[in-house]
């Protein structure tokens, strides 16, 4: 059965992830919730540049539409 692009956040729910936006700004953080829009609420967020970490930001939310992709992260 092919999966939804929510039920792929449901699962990532509470676990850490990489999201990218638009313009090729990153963030990690813990996903804490999204929409059905995909904005996403992170907690623990750090914006991230060429791998390291730039700013720590605690808790966010991304608007959907600026949202490229998300992915698991460590």
Do not use: W
């Not at 907690?43 to 992915?71: H, P, Y």
């Amino acid at each position: 059965m092919a999966k939804r692009p929510l039920d792929v956040l449901n699962k990532a729910l509470q676990t850490p992830v990489l999201v990218r936006l638009k313009g090729g700004r990153e963030f990690r953080g813990i996903l804490n919730g999204y929409d059905i829009h995909m904005n996403i609420v992170l907690e623990n967020a750090e914006e991230i540049q060429n791998g390291e970490v730039v700013r720590k930001l605690g808790s966010v939310v991304i608007r959907g539409d600026t949202v490229v992709f998300v992915s698991p992260s460590e």
